[in-house]
Nanobody
Framework: QVHLVESGGGSVQAGDSLRLSCAAS????????VGWFRQAPGKERDFVAA????????DTANSVQGRFTISGDNAKNTVYLQMNSLKPEDTAVYYC????????????????WGQGTQVTVSS
C-alpha cells in the first residue's frame, strides 16, 4: 500500500507560481512512477506530468509544457510540481498518483491516489 498526501494548493493571481508537494508513505518512490493529474469542475481528470522514480525520466503535458516542472526527492519520498505563469484555465483539483505501469499518461494505470489539493487562479 502507498499513502499519498498532496499539499501546496491555494488561490493565486494569474502569472503567479505555486509548488505542489506529494508525500508518500508505505513504499518508496524509487520503485514507482508518480504522476500529477488535474480535474476541473465538470471535466475529466487530465494528465499533467509524471516522473519515474527509478531513473528520473519525466513527461509533461503539452498544455503546461514550459510552465510546469515535475521533480522528485527520493530521500524525502516526495514529488513536486512547480507551476509557474499560472493561468485561470489551470484552476482545478490537482491529484498525485503512483503506479507501477509504464503507461503513465493514463489514469487507469495508477493504483494509488491522493485526496487532491485545490488550485484556483484568478485573472
Amino acid at each position: 500500500q502507498v499513502h499519498l498526501v498532496e499539499s501546496g494548493g491555494g488561490s493565486v493571481q494569474a502569472g503567479d507560481s505555486l509548488r505542489l508537494s506529494c508525500a508518500a508513505s508505505g513504499r518508496t518512490f524509487s520503485s514507482l512512477r508518480v504522476g500529477w493529474f488535474r480535474q476541473a469542475p465538470g471535466k475529466e481528470r487530465d494528465f499533467v506530468a509524471a516522473i519515474s522514480g527509478s531513473d528520473g525520466r519525466t513527461d509533461t503535458a503539452n498544455s503546461v509544457q514550459g510552465r510546469f516542472t515535475i521533480s522528485g526527492d527520493n530521500a524525502k519520498n516526495t514529488v513536486y510540481l512547480q507551476m509557474n505563469s499560472l493561468k485561470p484555465e489551470d484552476t482545478a483539483v490537482y491529484y498525485c498518483a503512483a503506479a507501477r505501469s509504464p503507461y503513465w499518461r493514463l489514469t487507469r494505470s495508477y493504483e494509488y491516489w491522493g485526496q487532491g489539493t485545490q488550485v484556483t487562479v484568478s485573472s
